[in-house]
């Protein structure tokens, strides 16, 4: 279906909107890019939530005025690192199936409010010793599961295939611009009067505000926006492919655990989430004990590759769709030429990184920039893969390939703490490197070989009338973008 914006099309609720929206309407913005700014926003605030332990523990631990500090060894720091997807694991797949029961919207609220509650407690906590940090770290990540479910929740009811790269990874870039804002900022936070703590109040603060704020503002779909034109609303629809029916729909598990196709999108998942959550929350560590960088310097520098990594995000995305929907190349190749980018770009950065030291600053600073920054290809490559394969149950597989993916969070951190027995040491960085390295590899070729972009039979209930409506789907993918059939057979 082609956007139509006669008039007589549009509902009497949308001509009470003030002539200022109608206008923003007509020019080509409407309520699912409202939609996606205020997602956007809430991805950047929640990874406030993940990222201000990773900034604040260099400060926790050395002696500054006005803050207090803690003697926490290499191995505290890494199980309060850790912690966090201690409980981010468990609350994947719950958090999927709430949202497909109670809205994606209610249950990603309320998440977040409750995440910014608990950050006015870590202070208090760090007071109290490392096993208080870690329970509170581990409730952190109970409430912060819900956000990748119930956000591929909402894009899946939300985002139409034409535009399904621009506006996904515009959304996800979100992590990036926040984990960035927050590395950045940290470094005058710390030298204020306020110290450490005052990222955890600020960033708290912000998490309760902008869930008021989506509580007002945000919608589960099309169908319950209050502003949202009638045409708008028939282009989303039928250019999803999600079902308007799909909460009452029972998850195909076992369609699902015996999809070769999903397990090449968990290993591109699983391989992605190793090597950033490496680098999230190491490099702060590395940059101060290798590259030997003050405070300041620290945080500014470890903000710089998320900054990259949020403007590459917003260049590669309208490529990979122009090549999409001009038929350059079929949806499963560029899922896997842009994951390929993704992962193994940053792998050969990585070993390049290893053989870095402290003489050779700039350079060590460029390959850790390139080697995050150039993650922004998985983007386009498995994070939209589970709108690809089934736009009914987005959010659960979400919830199941980021719970799985998750342990890699748990790993990967403690693989750290076990090699790194001296933080100075750069050979013993050279081995993180090296391994990070070798699971990029690993994983994006299995998502190479087994990969799909194809909506799955199983994505809508077996009998007759979901066959046509699949069928019908897949038709309009060959009219609105490049034919996938014949070609990704082939893959």
């Known amino acids: 279906m082609v956007f139509n914006s006669n008039p007589e099309k549009i509902p009497l609720l949308y001509r009470a909107v003030p002539d200022s ?57 890494s199980l309060i690192l850790s912690s966090f997807f201690w409980g981010y694991v468990v609350s994947q797949v719950p958090a999927g199936l709430l949202a497909k029961r109670f809205g994606a919207k209610l249950v990603l609220g309320v998440s977040t409010i409750v995440g910014g509650i608990l950050c006015f407690f870590h202070p208090m906590a760090a007071e109290s010793g490392v096993e208080s940090v870690c329970v509170l770290r581990v409730i952190t990540g109970l409430v912060q599961g819900s956000v990748y479910p119930c956000v591929h929740t909402l894009l899946a009811k939300w985002v139409p295939r034409t535009e399904r790269g621009f506006l996904t990874t515009g ?50 779909e099309p169908a319950t926006a209050t502003r949202i034109s009638q045409t708008e609303r028939e282009y989303i629809e039928s250019l999803t492919g999600s079902n308007s029916g799909s909460q009452s729909m029972s998850v195909p598990w076992r369609s699902i655990f015996t999809s070769p196709a999903f397990y090449g999108l968990l290993a591109a998942h699983c391989g992605f989430t190793w090597g950033f959550y490496t680098l999230l929350t190491e490099m702060p560590t590395y940059m101060s004990h290798v590259l030997q960088l003050d405070v300041k310097s620290n ?35 560029a899922r896997k030429l842009f994951n390929s980018i993704g992962q193994w770009g940053p ?34 490559g498995y994070l939209i893969n589970h709108i690809d394969l089934s736009p009914n149950f987005a959010g659960p597989m979400m919830g199941v390939t980021n719970g799985i993916a998750g342990i890699t969070s748990i790993v990967a951190p403690l693989v750290v703490g076990g090699i790194l027995t001296n933080e100075e040491d750069p050979n013993q960085w050279r081995v993180v490197f090296f391994i990070t390295g070798g699971v990029y590899l690993i994983c994006n070729t299995l998502f190479v070989l087994f990969g799909k972009a194809t909506v799955q039979p199983w994505n809508e209930p077996s009998s007759m009338s979901s066959t046509i409506t699949l069928r019908n789907h897949l038709e309009n993918d060959s009219k609105t973008i490049a034919p996938t059939s014949d070609k990704d057979n082939r893959f």
């Open 347 to 380: 792998m050969a950065c990585l070993i390049g990184l290893g053989y870095m030291t402290a003489d050779e600053k700039s350079w060590a600073i460029l390959l850790l920039t390139l080697a995050v920054g150039i993650n922004a290809g998985c983007s386009c």
């Open 171 to 220: 959304i996800y870039s979100g992590a990036q611009f926040g984990t960035a804002v927050i590395l950045v900022s940290s470094g005058f936070i710390f030298e204020s009067s306020m110290g450490w703590p005052g990222l955890f109040y600020i960033s708290g603060g912000l998490n309760v505000a902008w869930a008021l704020l989506f509580f007002w503002q945000g919608a589960n």
């Open 299 to 333: 945080a500014f520098l470890s903000s710089l590759p998320y900054f990259a990594m949020g403007l590459l995000c917003l260049v590669v995305s309208p490529i990979s769709d122009l090549l999409i929907n001009r038929g350059t190349i079929t949806i499963t190749t």
């Open 21 to 77: 929206l109608k206008l923003l309407s007509s020019s080509g913005f409407g309520a699912r890019h409202w939609q996606a700014i205020l997602l956007f926003l809430g991805m950047m605030i929640n990874y406030f939530q993940r990222v201000n332990i990773s900034a604040a523990i260099v400060p926790m631990t050395q002696s500054t005025a006005g803050a207090p500090s803690y003697e926490w060894n290499v191995s505290d720091k």
